[in-house]
């Protein structure tokens, strides 16, 4: 649990989030990212680290095969009722899906040069989803049509409509050409579609000249579309074909959505493991903007940054065209706190946030925008901790008696604000006080 809500508006990491979700290519990206909090295990923290720092070079290289693909939990929850079935468009983006999770399969699983084994021990085991993918294929185009070959009845209803199209057409153009001799039509006329129906403009004085339905007239009234009564027999055929079409569509579809069903457990599983992907793409795209780097990650009381950055003020700096100053920063068993002082619009603010924020990035599985040379401890940190000081700076007081009182307290930091008169949970192992520095100082 998060608390307060607005924790990481308040330290700056809401607009990193926003930025994860803006690189994601779908939406299944989109769900990890907006589930993504932080850790507090340190075995499972690390190898998503590593995950991140892997995909860095793949992403640099441009080899990773993933592309901007549909969600298909929608159609999985579909398909998932006895005799339902998703129509072929939904089947056309399921099919580039599975195409998408196989060439993923592939690539993780080609690991030749060992140049990323935490990511291939993670996605090698990708369901093998060949078989649905082919069977999805031989039914649907990538276009989202279904295949004339699709059944032997799909087939011959297609060439009997291609057949009933030509010679309507032919018939029209006949009844066209004399009504044009007669004089009842201009010789640039041109047929059109109404309801369904091919129907032939005619001019309102006209309009009893040629024997057939109207099936709609001009706005001003002085044409009218009239279906021959020579096409009508021939368009009511048509009209009944294209209903044993969709019939005959409704059957096929019905019967590859029943093949689909054995498949679905393997297909939600290879949706999360291709958003998991998606995701940490997304992250190692924000790395190398960020120019962030893995960070060596110590279980011992003892963090040492090197050029580290509000990324924020980094990306904010970068537009304008100027540098952001980095903060260098020790702690260790000896030295476990840091006193930051200085004038208002001095910095302090802003060192807290970096701090808060970098070991947040951390903790969140993201690479953080300091020195790769940097040593990142691993902490239970504590959030209702980290805001405390970042208010303890608005309130413009800190208690550093209490600091000092409780410095003994080895593996544990705690804060004191005259301001809040209560004392915050520890964060880690070190503790941060800010004294605002004032030109006078009122005797007592």
């Known amino acids: 649990m998060v608390y307060p809500q607005d924790f990481e508006t308040k330290i700056g990491f809401a607009p990193l989030r926003a930025m994860l979700q803006a690189r994601c290519l779908s939406d299944m990206g989109r769900l990890h990212c907006q589930a993504m909090e932080m850790m507090t295990d340190y075995s ?3 190898p998503v680290l590593r995950r991140v720092n892997e995909m860095k070079g ?26 339902s079935h998703i129509s072929a468009e939904r089947f056309a983006d399921l099919a580039a899906f599975l195409h998408t999770a196989g060439a993923l399969r592939r690539f993780f ?3 030749e040069d060992h140049s990323r084994p935490e990511l291939t ?3 090698r085991n990708i369901p093998d989803l060949g078989e649905p993918l082919e069977a999805i294929q031989a039914v649907v185009s990538s276009f989202g049509q279904v295949r004339d070959n ?3 009845e799909l087939a011959d209803i297609r060439r009997r409509i291609a057949s009933t199209t030509a010679s309507m057409q032919g018939l029209l153009r006949r009844v066209m050409d004399s009504a ?4 009842l039509i201009a010789a640039d006329a041109a047929p059109a579609m109404r309801d369904g129906h091919l129907v032939i403009p005619v001019s309102a004085s006209n309009k009893k000249a040629i024997p057939g339905i109207v099936y709609d007239q001009s706005a001003t009234g002085r044409t009218y579309y009239i279906e021959p009564a020579q096409v009508t027999e021939a368009n009511n055929t048509l009209r009944s074909l294209h209903r044993d079409e969709q019939k005959e569509i409704i059957e096929i579809l019905t019967r590859l959505s029943a093949e689909m069903r054995p498949f679905l457990p393997d297909m939600e599983d290879a949706a999360d493991q291709v958003g998991l992907i998606d995701f940490i793409r997304a992250k190692a ?23 580290a950055v509000h990324p924020g003020l980094l990306l904010s ?9 980095p903060l260098t920063l020790r702690t260790d068993a000896d030295t476990r706190i840091i006193v930051i002082s200085g004038p208002n619009a001095g910095g302090k603010s802003v060192t807290l946030k970096t701090i808060a924020i970098v070991q947040y990035m951390m903790q969140c599985g993201l690479l953080v925008s300091a020195s790769e040379n940097s040593e990142q401890k691993f902490i239970h940190i504590y959030r209702s901790c980290l805001l405390a000081l970042l208010q303890i700076y608005t309130a413009h007081s800190f208690n550093t008696k209490a600091v000092s009182k409780h410095r003994h307290h080895k593996g544990k930091g705690y804060a004191h604000s005259n301001h809040a008169n209560q004392r915050v949970q520890p964060a880690g192992h070190f503790n941060i006080a800010i004294i605002p520095q004032r030109k006078y100082c009122a005797k007592s």
Request: hydrophobic fraction near 45%; aromatic fraction near 4%.
């Open 44 to 46: 499972r923290l690390v």
């Open 58 to 83: 793949i992403v640099a290289g441009g080899a990773l095969p993933l592309q901007a693909v549909a969600s298909p939990s929608e159609s999985i929850s579909m398909l998932k009722a006895m005799g």
């Open 109 to 111: 699983a080609d690991d």
């Open 121 to 123: 021990r993670r996605f």
């Open 150 to 152: 699709a059944s032997p």
């Open 180 to 183: 044009v001799r007669q004089g």
């Open 285 to 307: 795209m924000l790395a190398n903007e960020l120019d962030a780097e893995m960070p060596h990650i110590s279980k011992q009381p003892e963090i040492d940054w090197y050029h």
């Open 317 to 325: 700096l970068r537009r304008q065209g100027r540098e952001v100053v």
